[in-house]
């Protein structure tokens, strides 16, 4: 199955097979995804989501067939590479004994594009106070300032594994609508409610349908 894409397409993915040990995770996949496009993956559990987003983002790079992103193979990202993508996924530590200020400001030298005032225009839109501790963080908290340090660099990518599915509808749809820079390429398993399918194109793993925005 493969999504024509009318403009550029910063994801580029052909042919990609993966295997954990003698098992198939998915064969002969091929998709692209254009600049400032918002893709959700649909599919049961253990239909290869999180594995794709992980080779996307050169954390598994034993594959076969071709997955680009921004014209690099995905398997041979650069530190530059890297910098310029946004992760966050169900499980995402964060050091517990930093205060969200410190994680900040230990973050910001590691991406050139770190902007302080998008930054801080984030911290004070998900309510958040520089100087808790990520320790004592809710729940909603800790997945809020990892998304606070994901968007903070302006990245040209933003993978996000389920980090929000424990919240309520309303909060996600927010995020959706209000949060997501214009150019940015974002790929997300679908975590969201249907009535915020008219956003994003879906492109289902394990399923034989496709579902479409109108």
Not at 6 to 29: C, N, Q, W
Request: proline share 7%; glycine share 6%.
């Amino acid at each position: 199955m493969t999504i024509d894409a009318t403009r550029s397409a910063p994801i580029d993915v052909r042919d990609l097979s993966f295997k954990y040990g003698r098992r198939s995770v998915f064969e002969h996949m091929s998709f692209h995804v254009p600049e400032g496009a918002l893709y959700a993956l649909l599919g049961p559990n253990g239909a290869g989501k999180t594995t794709l987003m992980q080779i996307l983002i050169g954390i598994l790079r034993t594959y076969r067939g071709h997955a680009t992103v921004n014209g690099r193979e995905c398997a041979r990202l650069r530190v530059e590479d890297r910098q310029r993508m946004g992760y966050v996924a169900e499980g995402l530590k964060l050091p517990a004994w930093m205060r969200l200020e410190q994680l900040e400001a230990y973050l910001a030298p590691l991406y050139p594009t770190w902007d302080r005032s998008h930054a801080a225009s984030l911290r004070e839109r998900f309510e958040l106070d520089p100087k808790a501790k990520i320790s004592q963080m809710s729940r909603g908290q800790y997945m809020k300032s990892a998304l606070l340090c994901a968007l903070a660099p302006r990245p040209k990518l933003l993978v996000l594994d389920e980090p929000f599915r424990e919240w309520m509808s309303v909060s996600r749809t927010n995020l959706c609508a209000d949060c997501w820079p214009r150019r940015v390429v974002k790929v997300a398993p679908f975590c969201f409610p249907r009535m915020t399918l008219a956003s994003w194109s879906c492109w289902p793993i394990g399923w034989d349908f496709l579902v479409r925005s109108p």
